[in-house]
């Protein structure tokens, strides 16, 4: 930016920031690709890109204002501003920089705070800052417009890719919806992607809950691909709210994916895996991923974390805890399950049956019955019996709501487990781990310590987690300081992302 300027005056400087600036939206548009080329080429996807996204963004934008502030103050000294502001092409370059500054706005406030806005804002400001440095210099002998076509094309390629595997994957595809205890979803695709595989992520289209939008999450089962999302705000509390109208109900859906990279657990001795919440999403699918993969003669170790506010979290992955239980002894697996919410009665606790009371799990958080029931693999007619949704019988009153919960969790099917089938249960929390369930926060801090320090010198370790930026921040700290040379190889993996 500052070398190789022949007339050192604010002119050419300007020049030389709108030409850095320039050079720069191509690499800014290049890093935000889904589909890049950087997926092949290194080991990471373009969630691990986006941090550079940012960086090139943010300087992009400086580089841009520098050169509007210098070209203005030139002007200025010239008397020529507003002859000058009142040209086609300048006008255009106003127009570019409001949008950028659009875009840098909806990336700094907007992102964490309403993510579906943030998208809208941050993509039409982008396509308008786009068009407009088009107009800013429209001439190709300038050079300019080629790089402005150049990043632009990129842009849109990598849409039509998208655009073209949601074609690919709408037709004959549907999604099953089951609503899950304390504001949960299971979702289940008909059809499974290319590449699908346990830990990655889809961007998935339901456009029963919206038309315009896809949304990504973690597969945790590929046969059928599975999905376990947490209700928070827009799509995810609306998806919830039509599960639970319609438990079991299928609708139109298609997916984009999968995307996603992570070390390879079978390279490594024992295999860390840390959720928090709905983070078991990816620490289920990475452990099912490599138990299933592993034979009798394996020799690794599993030590597998899962903290949970309520109780009732943990029937989400109950067919998940029964693999890690079947494997419990070839290979070792070790399970530790933490409530940090206390039942609140002794009937909200597991009986010695497997089952919990109804006190707590009979109603989720919108008031509304939701069993949860796993979902049905084999033919209708063979299924565990399910309320009837809402929408075929009048309002029921709080005590009929419980009435019915609690003949639906009075009986126990399972039906024998064929091609694409899934055991079927009606009871809250049957995965054989309740003896494992401890109350309260985990010790992240110590129990990564002695996983790490009891494994020999020689062999390596895998931390994958997965859950909220605390316990992230822990994980990281923790495992970064037991990485010493006189100890066993360690490799961390934060599967983190930033909507």
């Not at 992955?317 to 399970?335: G, M, N």
């Amino acid at each position: 930016m500052f070398t190789n300027i022949d007339a050192k005056t604010m002119a050419t400087y300007g020049a030389r920031f709108g030409w850095m600036g320039l050079a720069n939206l191509s690499l800014v548009i290049f890093l935000a690709l889904k589909n890049t080329p950087l997926a092949f080429l290194t080991a990471y996807s373009y969630e691990r890109l986006n941090c550079l996204h940012h960086i090139a963004g943010y300087t992009m934008f400086v580089q841009i204002v520098l050169h509007a502030s210098l070209y203005t103050s030139f002007f200025n000294a010239q008397n020529r501003l507003l002859s000058i502001f009142a040209e086609r092409e300048q006008i255009a370059a106003i127009v570019t920089g409001f949008s950028l500054l659009s875009v840098i706005f909806s990336a700094v406030f907007l992102r964490r705070v309403w993510y579906e806005l943030f998208y809208v804002v941050h993509i039409s400001s982008w396509i308008m800052a786009v068009v407009s440095l088009g107009f800013h210099q429209p001439y190709i002998a300038k050079k300019s417009l080629i790089i402005v076509l150049f990043g632009a094309s990129m842009w849109v390629i990598d849409r039509t890719i998208r655009a073209s595997r949601i074609l690919y994957y709408s037709f004959n595809n549907e999604a099953t919806l089951y609503p899950l205890p304390n504001g949960g979803t299971k979702i289940i695709l008909k059809k499974v992607p290319a590449r699908a595989e346990a830990g990655k992520h889809c961007f998935i289209w339901i456009p029963a809950i919206r038309k315009f939008e896809t949304h990504p999450f973690t597969i945790h089962r590929t046969g059928p691909v599975e999905f376990t999302v947490k209700a928070h705000n827009g799509f995810t509390r609306d998806l919830r709210k039509y599960a639970v109208a319609h438990p079991g109900a299928s609708v139109k859906a298609s997916i984009d994916g999968p995307y996603g990279t992570f070390p390879d657990p079978m390279e490594f001795d024992k295999i860390v895996l840390i959720a928090g919440g709905g983070g078991a999403t990816f620490t289920f699918g990475l452990a099912v991923n490599v138990l299933e993969r592993m034979n009798e003669d394996s020799h690794k170790n599993v030590v597998f974390i899962w903290s949970v506010k309520e109780h009732d979290n943990l029937s989400w992955f109950r067919e998940h805890l029964e693999v890690l239980k079947t494997h419990a002894h070839s290979p070792k697996v070790d399970v530790s399950l933490y409530v940090t919410r206390s039942p609140a009665s002794p009937s909200d606790t597991p009986n010695q049956h497997g089952s919990t009371a109804r006190s707590r799990s009979s109603h989720s958080s919108d008031g509304v019955v939701t069993p949860s029931l796993s979902p049905i693999g084999g033919e209708a007619g063979k299924s565990a019996p399910q309320i009837p949704p809402p929408t075929h019988q009048p309002a029921l009153t709080e005590k009929d709501l419980e009435k019915e919960f609690e003949k639906a969790i009075e009986t126990r099917i399972e039906n024998k487990e064929g091609p694409g089938q899934h055991r079927t249960t009606t009871t809250t929390a049957s995965h054989g781990y309740e003896h494992a369930i401890k109350a309260g926060r985990p010790d992240v801090a110590s129990l990564v310590r002695d996983a790490v320090t009891t494994t020999p010198p020689n062999q390596r370790v895998l931390v994958a987690a997965c859950g909220p930026d605390g316990l992230m921040r822990v994980v990281r700290d923790t495992t970064a300081k037991l990485i010493r040379g006189d100890g066993p190889g360690v490799e961390l993996h934060c599967e983190q992302f930033g909507w």
